[in-house]
């Protein structure tokens, strides 16, 4: 298995505890409108898989 290491430790993301999703809570409000749904359903693929 590939040893990672953390880059920026102030950036590592943290489950709250209501839940959590990487997906920013920014994104679907302010951006969903102006994305074909093709695009919506690449950007949540990508960030379900992103490392």
């Known amino acids: 298995m590939i040893q990672k ?22 994104f679907v409000p302010e951006q969903s409108e102006r994305l074909s749904r093709e695009a919506l359903l690449l950007y ?6 992103a490392d």
Do not use: E, N
């Open 44 to 49: 949540y693929f990508l960030s379900s898989v």
């Open 5 to 26: 290491r953390i880059l920026v430790h102030d950036r590592v993301r943290v489950p709250t505890a209501k839940g959590w999703s990487w997906i920013d809570r920014r």
